[in-house]
């Protein structure tokens, strides 16, 4: 298997651009997550899917940023319009929900710039 | 007051030393999780517990779930262990919840 796949791997837009960064989960895997990552603040969960349903969604933070999962092997998260304080690495990771917990495989990492 | 706490936050070792990172928690847990974070940037899930013990190579893993506390120790530590490493803890099923990270600095 390739791991999770994330693309593209850097994206530099301008302020008030949309982005939409994508992910390709490990196949058989049930559970997708979207992170953000910056230094203030760290790791931080923004959504994530149980088959392909949205469970939490309490991290997205606010209504500029929507994600969806239309089937198992894909999965999107869109920011619109973007702004500089977007700039982040946005994680994907997949699992396999056992009892309701998992070992987590992460995808390599979008690093956003937004000018 | 975070929910995770690593300690320490830096540090810094020579070759061959034993290396001991700490992660206290203050939240009810179905897991814990250790990941490594290398310089380019891609995360790696090193360990999964829920209790005891586990080891992998020259990593050790331990948690006390009465005393909300696990410890990642890594032994002969080599530069190439050189990343930050990242507690998370499973609140409920699925959500990951972390710890701001220990940067671990091995010099030859």
């Known amino acids: 298997d390739a791991g999770v796949i994330q693309s593209p791997r850097h994206e530099v837009t301008e302020m008030g651009q949309e982005v939409t960064l994508r992910c390709k989960p490990i196949s058989g895997h049930n559970s997708l997550f979207w992170y953000r990552q910056t230094m203030m603040r760290g790791l931080e969960l923004l959504i994530y899917f149980n088959n392909n349903v949205p469970i939490d969604d309490s991290g997205m933070p606010e209504d500029r940023f929507s994600a969806k999962m239309p089937n198992a092997s894909f999965s999107t998260l869109k920011i619109q319009p973007s702004e500089p304080r977007d700039s982040a690495v946005y994680f994907c990771?997949?699992?396999?929900?056992?009892?309701?917990?998992?070992?987590?495989?992460f995808g390599s990492g979008t690093r956003l710039t937004v000018v | 007051k975070n929910e995770v706490e690593q300690s320490p936050q830096n540090l810094t070792a020579q070759e061959g030393e034993f290396i001991t990172i700490n992660c206290s928690y203050s939240v009810g847990i179905s897991a814990l999780h250790w990941l490594q974070q290398h310089p380019g940037g891609g995360i790696v899930s090193l360990f999964m517990?829920?209790?005891g013990k586990k080891k992998h190579g020259r990593l050790i893993a331990t948690i006390n779930i009465q005393e909300k506390h696990s410890s990642l120790h890594i032994t002969a530590s080599h530069p190439r262990d050189s990343a930050v490493y990242i507690c998370?803890?499973?609140?409920?099923?699925?959500?990951?919840?972390f710890g701001q990270g220990t940067r671990l600095t091995i010099n030859p």
């Open positions: 990771a997949s699992s396999l929900e056992r009892q309701g917990y998992g070992g987590y495989t």
């Open positions: 998370a803890v499973n609140r409920g099923a699925q959500k990951l919840v």
């Open positions: 517990l829920s209790s």
